[in-house]
Nanobody, 122 residues
Framework: QVQLVESGGGLVQAGGSLRLSCAAS????????MGWFRQAPGKEREFVAG????????NYADSVKGRFTISRDNAKNTVYLQMNSLKPEDTAVYYC???????????????WGQGTQVTVSS
């Protein structure tokens, strides 16, 4: 069973940047597609970005395309989300999880980490 710990969130002004990290433990995720998701207050959790096992392919939600970049370091069992040009509507708790494929938009793992809060002020 994999444990996921997200970090790197915080408070930033609109137009700013943050880099989120997702550290996996318990088992290696180097052969798994991974993804980032977010949940804003009063809304359902939504897909943000996905990446294949090698990092060679990525998929993004239309709302973040061109602003966010997902990457991974398999040697560190870690996945990253670089977020640029942040907008107030990006405010949410951000989670990472294992995915069935890099084109998927949901996770096939029922267990979620605590997430990391991102707040973008206008």
């Amino acid at each position: 069973q994999v444990q996921l710990v997200e970090s790197g969130g915080g408070l930033v002004q609109a137009g700013g940047s943050l880099r989120l990290s997702c550290a996996a433990s318990g088992r290696t995720v180097s052969s798994s597609a991974m993804g980032w998701f977010r949940q804003a207050p009063g809304k359902e959790r939504e897909f943000v970005a996905g990446i294949n096992w090698s990092g060679g392919y990525a998929n993004y939600a239309d709302s973040v395309k061109g602003r966010f970049t997902i990457s991974r370091d398999n040697a560190k069992n870690t996945v990253y989300l670089q977020m640029n040009s942040l907008k107030p509507e990006d405010t949410a708790v951000y989670y990472c999880n294992v995915m069935s494929g890099w084109r998927a938009t949901t996770s096939n793992n029922a267990d979620w980490g605590q997430g990391t809060q991102v707040t973008v002020s206008s």
